[in-house]
């Protein structure tokens, strides 16, 4: 079922991705010169960039067999002149101390226009008369080498089961920061969809007043995930029996 991607100019996202594939667009700014789309608000920007850029991938030409042949033939020669060199780090490499990693940091996402400042401090988003099935959100926060990241600034924000934000209020958002362990625990709501969106929750992660990454958290195995186009899978919960885990990386 196709939906709205633009809100704002009423198109929907079937009828976008067959225009893009007879019409040839490789920006969206080529795009709003011809059509009237994302030239309001701008919040569906991510989307049809998202759009354009998986209508290119898939309209790209593939190599011919020659190409391929010469390509795998380039690595080969690559390989057979650069291994004695290969083996010589790998020896190097096997001598040095092993040391920790988690990986690259937290990829980013962006913010919306539904963010609050200044929400209460808490760990539990769950009011009374809310419907939603709730949910436990626990992880750490760490560095790219896992060490804990105590005091931590963690501000969470999200949908209540019908897909609408409290932009009045503070229902459904709130701050907390890491313990010593870098632990962190939020109780809240599974939020509701809305069109173009699957669920998910917001956050900001900042420590000391540094850099703050704002990015989203994903339910796992939800249908609607492979359908969001700011769906990025690096950025799904694990389930762990009844709860929802992640860990946060920030940059050293």
């Not at 809100?7 to 490789?26: H, Q």
């Not at 001598?95 to 929400?119: I, N, R």
């Amino acid at each position: 079922m196709s939906e709205v991607i633009c809100v704002c100019n009423g198109v929907w996202e079937e009828d976008l991705r067959d225009y893009l594939r007879s019409t040839p667009i490789s920006s969206i700014d080529e795009l709003r010169a011809k059509e009237r789309i994302c030239n309001k608000c701008r919040q569906c920007e991510p989307l049809v960039n998202a759009l354009i850029a998986e209508v290119l991938a898939a309209t790209k030409p593939k190599p011919s067999r020659r190409q391929s042949l010469l390509a795998l033939g380039g690595i080969a020669l690559y390989a057979g002149l650069s291994s004695a060199s290969i083996l010589t780090t790998r020896k190097a490499i096997a001598q040095q101390p092993a040391t920790p990693s988690c990986g690259k940091p937290t990829p980013p996402q962006m913010e919306g226009p539904f963010f609050t400042p200044l929400s209460p401090e808490r760990t539990n988003l769950i009011e009374p008369g809310m419907k939603a099935p709730s949910v436990r959100i626990v992880g750490h926060v760490v560095d790219v080498n896992c060490r804990p990241i105590r005091g931590v600034l963690l501000d969470f924000w999200q949908t209540d089961d019908l897909g609408r934000y409290d932009n009045k209020g503070y229902l459904l958002r709130g701050h907390q920061y890491s313990n010593a362990k870098g632990e962190f625990r939020l109780d809240t709501l599974i939020p509701g969809e809305y069109p173009g969106r699957t669920p998910h929750f917001h956050v900001k992660v900042q420590h000391n007043n540094g850099p703050v990454l704002t990015t989203q958290l994903y339910l796992p195995n939800h249908p609607r995930n492979t359908r969001d186009f700011l769906f990025d899978p690096r950025l799904v919960l694990t389930s762990r029996g009844s709860e929802l885990r992640f860990q946060f990386v920030l940059a050293s």
